[in-house]
């Protein structure tokens, strides 16, 4: 007998236990049944509410309107959820509403709900990170309590526990892996290799040399009225006043100083003001001479 070419299989719509399907390669005809299918390929539910898939040995199928894809992928109740690659999303509850791709994303992240993983261990063990999005390797590991908050970069935010609500872009920034507490909430962390001391909330950290605090705004009010005693700091890690400088200033044009009428009470020693009427420019020295003010001009 002679081989036989198949031109064209038959279409069907479902698959029954007896049912036979031929797999042809090269001339060799062998046959497959829905017995040892669920091994071989993967099985979509027969539920119309299910579009989990079964592959590679995912042990059940995931909740509904889910996609699990990989080995031991996906969380039975993550509904509407997309876990693609090898343990991403397992033990994730309550996961729903997410997407976790990568080796490992979203592993273990209860609670991560409205969230989007993107990257082999990103947001693994991020347990509430909820309405979050972590981009890179690593980005977010760990980053328990981290929601309302975007991670991008390898490392972004790794171990960053509490950074509720914070922004850290570049590679290692907010990363906190060594820390027993984390950063705290609201801040901008932006350049390589950066971040921020421990319980630190409301801060500004942009390359590690310009430094902010005050920088939260809440949702209510004026968004653009700014912060009431925002400070930000040049090379000054821990800014004391509205602009704190650790270094020399070059001016190449004029140094505005509105009029204090009065001088203020107490002075700063060293400080300058300019006050009265004409005003005058004066220099605190601390002396019982004028209140401590000197005028120079």
């Known amino acids: 007998m002679s081989n036989v070419k198949i031109s064209q299989l038959p279409v069907t719509t479902q698959l029954l236990a007896t049912d036979i399907v031929p797999v042809v390669s090269s001339g060799i005809t062998s046959q497959i049944t829905s017995a040892n299918l669920g091994s071989a390929l993967p099985v979509v539910s027969a539920d119309p509410t299910i579009f989990a898939i079964k592959a590679n040995g995912f042990s059940s199928l995931a909740a509904s309107l889910t996609i699990a894809l990989g080995y031991s992928a996906g969380n039975n109740s993550a509904q509407n959820s997309n876990f693609i690659g090898q343990s991403s999303g397992y033990g994730a509850t309550g996961a729903s509403n997410s997407n976790f791709l990568g080796t490992s994303a979203g592993l273990g992240a209860t609670n991560a709900y409205y969230s989007n993983f993107l990257g082999l261990f990103s947001g693994q063990a991020a347990t509430n990170a909820n309405s979050s999005n972590f981009l890179g390797y690593f980005s977010g590991q760990g980053a328990t309590g981290a929601n309302n908050s975007s991670f991008l970069g390898t490392y972004a935010g790794a ?133 401590g003010w000197a005028k120079i001009i």
């Not at 090379?235 to 009029?259: C, E, R």
Request: aromatic fraction near 10%; hydrophobic fraction near 30%; proline fraction near 6%.
């Open 159 to 291: 171990g960053a526990t509490h950074a509720s609500y914070s922004l850290a872009i570049g590679y290692q920034s907010a990363y906190n892996a060594a820390s027993t507490y984390g950063i705290g909430s609201n801040n901008i962390i932006l350049g390589t290799n950066i971040t921020l001391a421990d319980t630190t909330s409301n801060a500004v950290n942009i390359g590690g040399l310009i430094f902010g605090t005050g920088s939260y705004a809440t949702t209510t009010g004026n968004p653009y009225s700014g912060s009431a005693n925002g400070k930000i700091g040049i090379n000054q890690p821990k800014p004391q006043y509205s602009l704190d400088v650790s270094g020399s200033i070059n001016i190449a044009q004029f140094l505005l100083m509105q009029p204090q009428n009065p001088l203020p009470q107490p002075g700063v020693s060293g400080s300058l003001a300019v006050s009265g009427s004409p005003v005058s420019l004066y220099f605190y020295n601390g002396t019982t001479t004028n209140s």
